[in-house]
């Protein structure tokens, strides 16, 4: 990928939360006490890039730190190791407007869009606060500016005073999204914005997603649990599993060739339309306790195919044909 198609880049990104432990538990450690620092590496080592004009869908089971990463990679966060780059310059020794510019066109849309909406505020203040307290818009273009972002999205003009409340669920995610458009992003980062819908709704929204893709030549991270989402909209995927990065692919190649074990997993439990009979196939076992990860690679309590190396050492994530990375060590016995 050269430089000038890079436009964002996490380069070693680790992310962790928790507390350490205390004055009062140190001096009792001296006394033969033994508590420990408490911390979660919601995000390990992770490192992920995103081309301009490109649709990254990062996919993984709920608790494998894909939405974190997705907040590391808007700004919300701030990660504890690692680095944040835009158009390859580190962000972090940018200017203030230089930031503040960055910051403008990054945007994300969250996974409830009632929760992350303000109920006390009308849907046109909503869509045109950002715009005016940036001096995007005059304030008294805000109604005619908000016409035109609803029908962007496909909301009725008539619906600028309502609020968030009298809003169906595929409502309230298109009005997430004229928020998140309303200051010029070229990058969305896309938190679960159709897992509460349902799934007619879910069709409407993400052919909305793919029409502002074409007409506004919108950059995407896509963050789903579900394959069958990002199928129809991701040009690269992303496999998470508690905090690291597992695979990584074109589209055909995870959906055609997955490499990983538990990519192979979660195609299995996708549903499809066949004609035959298709058994439901769940990924066996349970996601282990992020405060206490299991040595080696994390998956290979749940994994078939695990063996003795796969409980002692961490798998390296490496390319296994031209733009596939796997990490798993059954690659190394081919």
Same mark, same amino acid.
């Given at each position: 990928?050269? &430089?000038?198609?890079?436009? !964002?880049? !996490?380069?070693?990104?680790?992310? =962790?939360?928790?507390?350490?432990?205390?004055?009062?538990?140190?001096?009792?450690?001296?006394?033969?006490?033994?508590?420990?620092?408490?911390?979660?590496?919601?995000?390990?080592?992770? /490192?992920?890039?995103?081309?301009?004009?490109?649709?990254?869908?990062?996919?993984?089971? /709920?608790?494998?730190?894909? /939405?974190?990463?997705?907040?590391?990679?808007?700004?919300?966060?701030?990660?504890?190791?690692?680095? *944040?780059?835009?158009?390859?310059?580190?962000?972090?020794?940018?200017?203030?407007? &230089?930031?503040?510019? $960055?910051?403008?066109?990054?945007?994300?849309?969250?996974?409830?869009?009632?929760?992350?909406?303000?109920?006390?505020?009308?849907?046109?203040?909503?869509?045109?606060?950002?715009?005016?307290?940036?001096?995007?818009?005059?304030?008294?273009?805000?109604?005619?500016?908000?016409?035109?972002?609803?029908?962007?999205?496909?909301?009725?003009?008539?619906?600028?005073?309502?609020?968030?409340?009298?809003?169906?669920?595929?409502?309230?995610?298109?009005?997430?999204?004229? *928020?998140?458009?309303?200051?010029?992003?070229?990058? !969305?980062?896309?938190? &679960?914005?159709?897992?509460?819908?349902?799934?007619?709704?879910?069709?409407?929204?993400?052919? %909305?997603?793919?029409?502002?893709?074409?007409? %506004?030549?919108?950059?995407?991270?896509?963050?789903?649990?579900?394959?069958?989402?990002? =199928?129809?909209?991701?040009?690269?995927?992303?496999?998470?599993?508690?905090?690291?990065?597992?695979?990584?692919?074109?589209?055909?190649?995870?959906?055609?060739?997955?490499?990983?074990?538990?990519?192979?997993?979660?195609?299995?439990?996708?549903?499809?339309?066949?004609?035959?009979?298709?058994?439901?196939?769940?990924?066996?076992?349970?996601?282990?306790?992020?405060?206490?990860?299991?040595?080696?690679?994390?998956?290979?309590?749940?994994?078939?195919?695990?063996?003795? *190396?796969?409980?002692?050492? $961490?798998?390296?994530?490496?390319?296994?044909?031209?733009?596939?990375?796997?990490?798993?060590?059954?690659?190394?016995?081919?």
């Amino acid at each position: 990928m050269s &430089e000038q198609k890079l436009l !964002l880049a !996490l380069n070693g990104i680790t992310k =962790r939360f928790g507390h350490s432990v205390d004055p009062i538990h140190r001096l009792l450690n001296k006394l033969g006490a033994s508590h420990q620092d408490q911390y979660v590496y919601a995000v390990n080592d992770v /490192s992920l890039t995103v081309a301009s004009k490109e649709v990254v869908g990062l996919v993984g089971e /709920s608790g494998c730190g894909k /939405s974190t990463l997705g907040r590391l990679a808007v700004g919300l966060l701030k990660p504890d190791a690692g680095v *944040r780059t835009w158009r390859g310059q580190n962000f972090d020794v940018m200017s203030p407007s &230089e930031q503040r510019r $960055v910051r403008l066109s990054v945007q994300m849309i969250f996974q409830d869009p009632y929760a992350s909406l303000n109920p006390r505020m009308r849907a046109v203040d909503t869509v045109t606060e950002a715009p005016i307290q940036h001096g995007l818009i005059s304030p008294r273009d805000k109604k005619t500016f908000a016409q035109s972002l609803f029908a962007k999205v496909g909301l009725a003009p008539e619906m600028m005073d309502r609020y968030p409340h009298q809003f169906s669920g595929g409502q309230r995610s298109r009005l997430g999204i004229a *928020r998140a458009l309303a200051v010029n992003p070229e990058f !969305l980062v896309c938190d &679960e914005a159709v897992a509460a819908l349902d799934v007619s709704i879910q069709a409407q929204v993400l052919n %909305l997603f793919m029409q502002l893709r074409a007409d %506004l030549d919108l950059t995407y991270l896509f963050i789903s649990h579900d394959l069958g989402v990002v =199928r129809h909209l991701a040009d690269r995927v992303v496999i998470m599993y508690l905090g690291r990065v597992v695979e990584e692919g074109t589209g055909h190649e995870i959906f055609s060739r997955a490499n990983h074990p538990y990519t192979q997993a979660l195609l299995a439990e996708m549903p499809m339309i066949r004609l035959e009979r298709k058994t439901y196939h769940p990924v066996a076992g349970e996601i282990p306790s992020p405060m206490h990860p299991p040595d080696g690679c994390h998956f290979h309590p749940r994994c078939p195919r695990a063996m003795k *190396r796969c409980s002692e050492e $961490v798998p390296v994530l490496r390319e296994i044909s031209t733009g596939h990375r796997s990490a798993c060590h059954l690659n190394d016995m081919q």
